[in-house]
């Protein structure tokens, strides 16, 4: 490795960590959301959780000629590298690549149901094609000692075929595979887009139970529909004759409201120290900002990641307006946080005044 790519190694000292993601607390890899500097911001907000990057392409990191775009990461670990694609060499030499550039996990995305990437045989596709899902997962294995995950849906269309499934499992596991992170609906590959999918096929809980329960063994972890840290911990333990699961994921609901990680330390890592507050938060961020900018960053590239750092507080729409509105500017810097921090404030004092 090249002294530019060393550059983006992270040096930070890691958090305790599990064998793999599908155990404990993670969040979920959102596609434009979830890159190196939104990983960084999440991190000053749970030491343990699993966070997970952007799902790549083998393509990209193959042709791309860019290695610390793809794979560039800093103080965010432990950090899993998503990768998209099929073809089980391409996945090998990939995998190789994210176990060098200090990734502690690699995770196939069988879950992702969009138009442009089944027509590169990358997502939720797959999982009609198990078997080749299986090969990617042995040919990673083969070549890397960290863990190797999948994330899927539990079903595509309206295939209501449980054993299907467990099949699709079987095979992961039968490959060596450390993990699956299962979302609880099917995906429909043909009628809805991305963002319908995420809510319109059913949940079913009791499916990913019931994979848990035919494999009590292998690393299950939940996704879907969960709003808060709080409501993932029910997971953890048994529901009637069915069995906890061993990891919850949450998405888009620490997205929006990302202070609910605060939670996560207490919660799955009986680690209470001390919950910072939003402010706290905000500057410890400082020193990475200031060095992104010294670096021809943009302040936008990180604020936007922030916006909902202070969701249903007051001034919290203050706070989302005013970045919004300045971020973007030319030469926008540390001053443009500082004083939507101070609205914020001068906001919660005119309401404490009133009341």
């Not at 595979?177 to 590959?189: S, T």
């Not at 938060?281 to 990641?305: C, F, M, T």
Request: charged content about 20%.
């Amino acid at each position: 490795m090249n002294s530019q790519d060393s550059m983006f190694q992270s040096t930070t000292t890691r958090a305790p960590i599990q064998q793999n993601s599908a155990q404990g607390f993670s969040v979920a890899p959102m596609l434009d959301w979830t890159d190196r500097h939104c990983r960084v911001f999440h991190r000053k907000l749970t030491k343990h959780a699993w966070l997970y990057s952007e799902m790549v392409t083998t393509g990209a990191i193959i042709y791309g000629n860019n290695l610390p775009r793809f794979l560039g990461h800093e103080q965010d670990q432990p950090v899993v590298l998503q990768l998209g694609g099929s073809d089980p060499l391409e996945l090998a030499h990939c995998a190789k690549l994210g176990e060098e550039w200090g990734y502690d996990e690699i995770n196939l995305n069988v879950g992702c149901p969009s138009d442009r990437v089944q027509n590169n045989m990358i997502g939720a596709c797959l999982m009609n094609h198990p078997k080749l899902v299986a090969e990617g997962v042995d040919a990673m294995k083969q070549k890397i000692s960290i863990p190797v995950t999948v994330k899927s849906r539990i079903g595509l269309d309206d295939n209501e075929d449980f054993d299907k499934l467990v099949d699709f499992v079987g095979g992961i596991i039968d490959a060596g595979g450390d993990g699956v992170i299962l979302h609880a609906r099917n995906a429909w590959l043909q009628g809805l887009s991305p963002k319908e999918n995420r809510d319109v096929p059913p949940l079913k809980y009791d499916w990913v139970r019931q994979i848990k329960q035919t494999f009590p063994t292998f690393s299950i972890a939940i996704n879907g529909g969960i709003a808060t840290p709080e409501a993932g911990v029910d997971f953890l333990v048994p529901d009637q004759s069915l069995p906890a699961v061993d990891g919850v994921m949450l998405g888009r609901a620490i997205y929006e409201n990302p202070y609910l990680l605060t939670s996560v330390d207490p919660l799955y890592y009986r680690d209470n120290a001390n919950t910072p507050t939003r402010q706290e938060v905000l500057e410890s961020l400082y020193p990475y900002i200031e060095n992104h900018l010294a670096h021809d960053g943009k302040l936008h590239q990180i604020s936007r990641h922030i916006l909902g750092l202070f969701h249903g507080m007051p001034g919290g729409r203050i706070w989302r307006r005013y970045l919004s509105e300045n971020a973007f500017k030319a030469g926008a810097g540390i001053e443009v946080l500082q004083t939507a921090l101070q609205k914020v404030n001068d906001e919660i004092y005119r309401m404490e005044q009133a009341s």
